[in-house]
């Protein structure tokens, strides 16, 4: 009995649902082991919530060590302006314009538009450049032009022609669009392409690239951007001497010494296979490195850093520059190994086809991590769970990665609170199970995403890439994949059967009593009245939601439920619910297994982008009751080396910044490295 109490309150520091990269946080929040001596929240804004982190463990790391994640954590930081840039082409020179008014504006700083002005600053702080970082839309300021262009003036700041109007005006509205029916390239702002390139233009430079080893197809594309010259589509790679250049070179400094402190010789290899990949741009070696730093699965420190997940390109090329660094939570991690040492079973059980399933599952590790700080787009919004690498043939052949980021979801947990639980909820019956196995039904959901769905599945021979066969869908198709791998488990006495829960039942019923409640109706609070569903993985939650609930129908399986003029849903039949979800993710595999687009489009517009909006109304208003910003983020532990007359590194202090301001203010002052036009 102890045991299984014991685990449950450790499964608490898992995470909630990500993959590759889950730009998301839990649906519902609940205080649990509120530490008093921390202040979690810093600042709310907008719709944003910043909040702190601490960094477990680290008075246990050797000084070594505690060097290691200094010079990892420098190297990411270095790379900052670049995911900037690549989010939009005149971010770079609007942020210098907002931070020299910001930093030397003498005036009245009482006013509205003042106030107005400091929250757009905000804004653009929090989703690295000009368009949210969720919605893609670009962020509208609560100022006139007229006043900016005051505050420039009276700041000696310049900010003109389109840099300054595409504030105001409607080009470039949408970082990525992913519409139907629309040149995807054209209409979307991300700087991934150069004006003039289209859609087209991206399908038949790449597609007549072929790789050296077909059975290890490179990923063409993911560290370069494409433009047109004088009529001619041409790469600009982003690498030391190349584009981002100064940037990198900076990287590489910093990796430089990172391999100096490795713990160890596969981490030493790792790194010094990344530093070569900087240097040449070469994709090959980027092969090479993920293969090493894959196989490196020992030490106590890790870290992810360099051009890696592709939802920010409509169709999914194009790699943004992140970097997350992490310390291993040995506890948790071998409680939660069981997943990976059953991997093989739960492919061998799973409703794909037999065609589909995998023969034999190979290397996935899983780890519970605690970060030590984060970069480029995973700050000051975060993963709160990742696998990699994202390579089919290196996940088929050597395996993966995957972890989740228990610190983070600890600071998730003292910030937030259960109103929004108990507004959406039909029932008291679904509160209690979302208060006593929600939490644990999460965070078992966030491990078997990662563990076993991205490494479920295997294509049919001779199919190619989901990014090539399934193009703008195969980012949303691979998460919902995930998800319902999970979905289908987590209703199964085999959890209870390896110890994870004592109730399998009640943890299922939980999970899908929430995966519902936020798929069909609470994560709209974070879309605009008449805005359809854009990012990858609301489309995806959208999409199973919608088709369980339609195929059930005739069995009244989910049903729909108005209540004094509020809508709830409610399940009726958990195993016929099991069953459906199983019967999706049979048709999705096969989707992905065959590269069939047609199919993955006509799932995907039909439930997964269109909003009822009648619904989305009545949620917005029933939300305006709650004051807890619907996103959060994190401002980075600041890391303090302490030096001898020498100048070696003595010890290294963890400290926390007063406020996003100031970090903000002080990353551009430290790590500015790229010219405000490229």
Partial sequence: ?????????????????????????PEVMVNEEKSESFEYVVDQFADLKILRYQIPGWEQLSLKEQKLVYYLTQAGLSGRDIIWDQNYRHNLTIRKALETVYSDFSGDKNTEEWKAFEDYLKRVWFSNGIHHHYSNMKIKPGFSADYLKELLASSGATLEGDAFDVIFNENDSKKVNLAQGVDNIAVSATNFYGPNVTSSDVESFYGNMKSPNPEKPLSFGLNAQLVKENGVVKERVYKSGGLYGVAIDEIIKWLELAKGVAENQPQADALGLLIEYYKSGDLKTWDDYNVTWTAATEGNVDYINSFIEVYNDPLGYKGSYESIIQIKDFDMSQKMAVLSENAQWF??????????????????????????????????????GVNLPNSSWIRKEVGSKSVSLGNIIHSYNNAGSTGRLKEFSNDEEEVMLEEKYGQLADKLHTALHEVIGHASGQLNPGVGTTKETLKNYASTLEEGRADLVGLYYLYSPKLQELGLVDDWKSVGKAAYDGYIRNGLMTQLIRLELGDDVE?????????????????????NVIEKVSRDGKTYFNINDYEKLHELFGELLRETQR????????????????????????????????????????????????????????????????????????????????????????
Avoid at 1 to 25: A, D, I, P, Q
């Fill in 535 to 555: 990012e990858a993985h609301m489309r995806n939650r959208q999409w199973v939601s919608a088709w369980v609930f339609e195929k059930g129908k005739k069995d």
């Fill in 347 to 384: 492919e061998d059980n799973s409703p794909l086809m037999d065609d589909h399933k995998k023969k034999n599952v190979v290397g996935v590790s899983y780890k519970v991590v605690n970060v030590a700080g984060e970069s480029g787009d995973a700050s000051p919004s975060t993963p709160i």
């Fill in 1 to 25: 009995m102890m045991f299984k109490t014991s685990l449950r309150l450790m499964l608490v520091l898992l995470l909630v649902l990500s993959c590759g990269k889950e730009k998301s946080e």
């Fill in 591 to 678: 989707i992905k297994s065959e590269g069939d687009f047609k199919a993955v489009q006509e799932l995907v517009e039909t439930y997964g982008v269109k909003v009822d909006q009648d619904l989305h109304s009545e949620i917005l208003e029933r939300n305006k009751q709650f004051n807890s910003a619907p996103y959060s983020g994190f401002v980075n532990p600041v890391l303090v080396p302490e030096m001898n007359d020498q100048g070696e590194i003595i010890a290294i202090k963890v400290t926390q910044p007063d406020s996003f301001e100031e970090q903000m203010m002080n990353y551009s002052k430290l790590y500015h490295f790229l010219p405000e036009v490229n």
